[in-house]
């Protein structure tokens, strides 16, 4: 007894649909958490960036503030000690230029 070709694939056909399905789905959800990560971490980045820029033009009370405990808040903190550091160095500096001693 043989049966027509669209009836004997038709399982195949329904099994090809449900794969094709589950992989647009799988696709359609990892680009969403991409998104949604690389979102998370640029901010961050964004932050130090803009607070070494601050930092550079010379503004020494610019504190960058990251809670996101890694390394991109260890690096904010250590801008901040730097920034602390160099306003100590100008102000030091500042005061043995107006009492007249050579540095």
Partial sequence: MEQPKSEAFSSLYASLWR????LAGGLVLAALA???FARRWVSPVRALQAGAARIAAGDLDTTI???T???LESLGNEFNRMSAKLKDSYTT???RSKSGRKT
């Fill in 65 to 67: 503030a990251l809670h």
């Fill in 34 to 36: 991409s998104f949604v």
């Fill in 69 to 71: 405990g890694d390394e």
């Fill in 93 to 95: 500096f500042g005061r």
């Fill in 19 to 22: 794969s094709a399905y589950l």
